[in-house]
């Protein structure tokens, strides 16, 4: 009974607390590209090897690969002394981003670990196409901005986001000729690419406002402006000057309501406008009777007295009224006095 008491005693004097080593080192190396563009997809490579090489075999097991502290799937088998990780979707915003590598041993080696910094650099936008839609553009006297729908961006055939992937630009898009877009990468594009897009001048049109002058029948169809017709379509503050063309009755004789036509009105050469396609509308004018108080009569041929009045042939009488000679029977008749002498009354005055 002693001697077992005894044995107890001494085999809780013989404990002791022993440090289990993790067996033999090694060293694990994760290899990466420093830097990697946008859409690019990274490649982690973990290479794991003995610290000494007096150590026999060769260690296997697993890595754990890990972005910023969190597993990026499942450990993955060494093979060869190597185990290989492929990471997608890494975009500017994060950068740089942590790697990890954790060697976890199932031959007895020791565990270590291996790190990489990988920063993500944002693709540019030279090798993009751009296309502006949602015309034609005319000049409308302010910038004009195509919609944001209207503006596609393609890169390496993927259409990219307007306001997350780029925002847009515009120059020289005020006055008709060409302007610029330029899409300038946003988020994980860089650079810039431009494309042009064509504004029109627009084409004006005559207000119906345009009058002419009343004037005394002179046999022409002349005629002559009361008031300029106006322009419609000329946005506030821009400067048309117009070009005066001619104005003419379609009829010479006298009336009222006699319909006027225009030739040769327009605009002067404008960078934002075009000149209406039509000439102006006046409004119907009128032509009156002229007065032949200022006429000259001329009376050719002789005659003799015959005892009653004497009537000279309408060949023989000349009447002129402004440098125009009448017509007989259409602008003028006559009468002649028992005294020889001749007087001349007008009969009608409209279009010979």
Do not use: C
């Not at 990890?100 to 090798?127: D, I, P, R």
């Not at 925002?167 to 006055?175: H, Q």
């Not at 049109?205 to 000329?234: E, I, R």
Request: hydrophobic share 35%.
């Amino acid at each position: 009974m002693n001697g077992a008491k005894n044995y107890s005693a001494l085999a809780e004097a013989a404990q002791v607390n022993v440090a289990i080593s993790d067996g033999p080192g090694t060293t694990t190396t994760l290899a990466a590209p420093s830097s990697i563009a946008y859409g690019e997809t990274l490649t982690l490579i973990a290479t794991v090897s003995k610290t000494s090489q007096d150590d026999p075999g060769a260690p296997a097991g697993t890595v754990q690969f890990k972005q910023g502290g969190e597993n990026l799937g499942e450990p993955v088998a060494l093979v060869g002394g190597t185990a290989t990780k492929t990471v997608n979707g890494l975009e500017l915003i994060g950068s740089p981003y942590t790697f990890t590598a954790e060697y976890a041993s199932t031959n007895g080696f020791s565990k270590s670990t291996g790190t990489k910094l990988v920063a993500v650099t944002a693709v540019s936008l030279s090798g993009a196409s751009v296309s502006v839609g949602g015309g034609p553009y005319t000049y409308t006297g302010s910038a004009i901005t195509p919609d944001s729908g209207d503006v596609t961006v393609t890169l390496n055939g993927n259409e990219l986001v307007y306001g997350s992937d780029y925002i847009v630009e515009l120059t020289n898009n005020v006055n008709a000729g060409t302007a610029t877009l330029t899409a300038n990468g946003a988020g994980n594009y860089g650079g810039s690419v431009s494309a042009s897009f064509t504004i029109r001048k627009k084409t004006l049109t005559w207000n119906d406002d345009g009058t002419v002058q009343s004037k005394p029948f002179d046999g022409t169809t002349d005629a002559t402006v009361a008031s300029v017709p106006t322009l419609n379509g000329v946005f506030g503050g821009d400067t048309v000057t117009i070009v005066t063309g001619t104005v003419a009755f379609e009829s010479a004789g006298v009336g009222t309501g006699i319909a006027v036509t225009a030739d040769g009105w327009g605009i002067e050469e404008h960078q934002n406008y075009y000149a209406p396609a039509a000439q102006p509308v006046f409004a119907n004018g009128a032509i009156t009777a002229a007065s032949i108080s200022g006429a000259v009569v001329a009376i050719g041929g002789t005659y003799e007295y015959t005892g009653s009045a004497v009537t000279p042939v309408p060949e023989d009488v000349t009447v002129t009224l402004g440098g125009r000679t009448l017509a007989y029977g259409t602008d003028y008749t006559f009468t002649a006095s028992s005294k020889a002498s001749l007087w001349v009354m007008v009969f009608a005055v409209r279009a010979g």
